[in-house]
């Protein structure tokens, strides 16, 4: 396996992730997933090293911890200092599943309508949601349009479980003088080391 610190107690949930994920659809994967992370968070046996958990100056830090050695999932860190958040974007046709595992942050969910303009799009507000240690939310496309921002002093850390590898994603940025019109753009997404 590709498990990536020497500091992850992670045994038993990389067992109940490879469980979760070897069959069933996509529902019941992303709710053996959640429950699978839910749990192992609070029972306190995935434990991150203070290197994995140090946020960056210059935005959030994307950290792998695992690799199922066929491809079916990936466990990621997200690191979210104080203030820092994403744009609104997918999840590139792919289900996830996050859990907080330090600290608090707020999630806000949208629809995406089309517009006359292919290259437009407008978002219609679904929900909000503070989550904290422990809670766990399912995306599955085409549902997992969101933001994720660490509105709180401390800095929060979220674990993503992500259904193959999330090379790149869309984001979506406001257009130039319209108060409601985005123009989506391609991300590429890559890891950064823990810190030292």
Same mark, same amino acid.
């Given at each position: ?7 992850? @107690? ?62 079916? =999932? ?9 203030? @820092? &958040? ?17 600290? @608090?942050?707020?999630?806000?969910? =949208? ?8 290259? @437009?799009?407008? #978002?219609? #507000? ?18 997992? =349009? ?17 259904? &193959? ?6 984001? #979506?940025? +406001? ?6 019109? =985005?123009?989506?753009?391609?991300? +590429? ?8």
């Amino acid at each position: 396996s590709d498990v990536c610190s020497s500091d992850l @107690q992670t045994r038993e949930l990389i067992e109940r992730l490879d469980a979760a994920t070897s069959e069933g659809g996509v529902e019941e994967v992303t709710a053996g997933v959640k429950e699978a992370l839910s749990e192992c968070v609070d029972a306190g046996l995935l434990q991150l090293g203070e290197a994995w958990t140090r946020p960056r100056a210059d935005g959030y830090g994307r950290r792998l911890l695992h690799r199922s050695p066929d491809g079916r =999932y990936t466990v990621i860190a997200m690191v979210w200092g104080s203030g @820092q &958040g994403t744009p609104i974007h997918d999840h590139d046709d792919m289900w996830c599943v996050e859990c907080v595992y330090q600290g @608090q942050i707020l999630v806000t969910s =949208y629809d995406v309508c089309p517009t006359a303009n292919p290259d @437009q799009v407008t #978002f219609e #507000f679904c929900d909000k949601v503070e989550a904290s240690i422990g809670e766990a939310g399912a995306l599955i496309p085409p549902h997992d =349009y969101h933001v994720i921002e660490n509105r709180g002093e401390v800095t929060a850390v979220t674990i993503h479980v992500y259904g &193959g590898e999330m090379e790149a994603c869309n984001i #979506f940025e +406001p257009v130039e003088g319209s108060s409601h019109l =985005y123009e989506s753009r391609r991300k +590429p997404l890559s890891y950064d080391a823990p810190a030292t």
